[in-house]
């Protein structure tokens, strides 16, 4: 059977003409192998995008934003294949603090009541993206608040910590349909403000621009965000 890394670099061998960082490489790479897998959750995402099932997408801030950004256009991509209304994209801040989860929990609940179902179908579903589930807690606001609005909605993260007192049936019970990574540690994104643009207060719901992060690094990510989106869209 083949290695995880071997999977990784058979992948991004398949990039070297591509103009596109390492970090991006490494995105693309563990995506393509998340709709690939032949989990059943992973499964039924893959089928999802493909069939245009998604109208929102929600990125957990701030290193979901890139990852999330990339679903983003791979699912515009089969709307307008599809001639579809096209889904709306939204970025939550993840990390909330613990120190008074029942406000934290209320202000999720008012966000995505206010602004992110306000255009919502009801018929299709949500996606949630992030770039690393450890215990998937600053999670929790956002999938508990989907569940209380009985909206059906899937999760996919790149990076997943998968131990014996945290399984991939542990976060399915906590967070919901949650998509098989196989990865034990956070990816070359990870807390990469001068990547993503944006850094997060934990006791706070949306991020705020990097005062420290160069613009033109974040310009030449946008631009691979589309190149990578392209690659996917052209796998499926």
Do not use: C
């Not at 003409?17 to 499964?43: F, G, H, Q, W």
């Amino acid at each position: 059977m083949e290695h995880f890394k071997e999977k990784v670099n058979r992948i991004n061998s398949k990039t070297e003409n591509v103009t596109l960082s390492l970090e991006m490489k490494d995105i693309y790479a563990r995506i393509k192998i998340i709709l690939e897998n032949d989990d059943p959750v992973n499964k039924e995402i893959f089928n999802s995008i493909k069939n245009n099932e998604y109208a929102t997408l929600i990125a957990e801030d701030a290193s979901g934003r890139i990852p999330g950004l990339i679903m983003y256009e791979l699912l515009r991509k089969v709307a307008e294949r599809d001639q579809k209304t096209l889904p709306e994209i939204y970025f939550m801040a993840g990390s909330f603090s613990a120190k008074d989860m029942e406000s934290k929990n209320k202000l999720t609940n008012n966000y995505l009541d206010s602004v992110v179902l306000k255009k919502h179908n009801p018929n299709k579903k949500v996606l949630v993206v992030t770039e690393y589930i450890m215990e998937g807690n600053s999670l929790k606001p956002i999938t508990d608040g989907l569940k209380k609005q009985a909206i059906n909605y899937d999760v996919l993260s790149i990076g997943l910590s998968v131990n014996a007192w945290s399984t991939i049936q542990a976060k399915r019970e906590k967070l919901g349909n949650v998509a098989n990574a196989k990865r034990e540690i956070p990816g070359s994104i990870f807390r990469r403000e001068d990547l993503s643009g944006v850094v997060k207060n934990p006791d706070e719901m949306l991020s705020k621009k990097s005062i420290t992060a160069d613009q033109l690094t974040i310009n030449q990510i946008r631009k691979e965000v589309h190149i990578v989106a392209d690659k996917l869209y052209s796998d499926i």
